[in-house]
């Protein structure tokens, strides 16, 4: 099993809470971190291996705080997913449900998550929300 993540650590928070993540995950795990690239892991990847990405909502929030062309950032993604061989898991979030945010930053970063998770779910066999633990199935089948 991979895990790809894209988180950044910036402090000791987010170190405890990464390293939480990986004794949680157990030694079955092969842990990359890529921020900013992800594609270039998943063209390593080939079947049978199954990789979990988590998450594509911390990977556009790097490259838009990065003032990445996210439109080309995010035709490189899509390519790299479409591309890859093995099955792929993606962990997104759904941002576009609650209050409007009060300044054009968060604005903008909650339409670039929708329009990335719409991308995401064209090319997707199954797509999944789960809320308060319960999946609901919006494409496919589980």
Avoid at 38 to 53: D, F, G, H, V
Avoid at 69 to 88: A, F, K, Y
């Amino acid at each position: 099993m991979i895990y790809l993540a894209t988180s950044q650590v910036f402090d000791d928070e987010m170190r405890a809470k990464v390293n939480k993540h990986i004794v949680q995950r157990g030694a079955g795990w092969t842990t990359y971190e890529e921020a900013f690239n992800p594609a270039e892991i998943l063209s390593k990847l080939t079947y049978p291996q199954i990789c979990l990405l988590d998450c594509a909502t911390m990977w556009i929030s790097n490259h838009l705080l990065a003032e990445s062309d996210l439109e080309s950032v995010q035709n490189q993604l899509i390519e790299g997913i479409t591309s890859c061989e093995s099955d792929l898991v993606i962990v997104s979030n759904e941002t576009g449900m609650g209050v409007v945010p009060d300044n054009a930053l968060a604005r903008r970063f909650r339409e670039v998550q929708g329009r990335l998770n719409i991308e995401l779910a064209k090319i997707a066999d199954c797509v999944v929300q789960v809320t308060a633990g319960l999946p609901l199935v919006l494409k496919g089948k589980l």
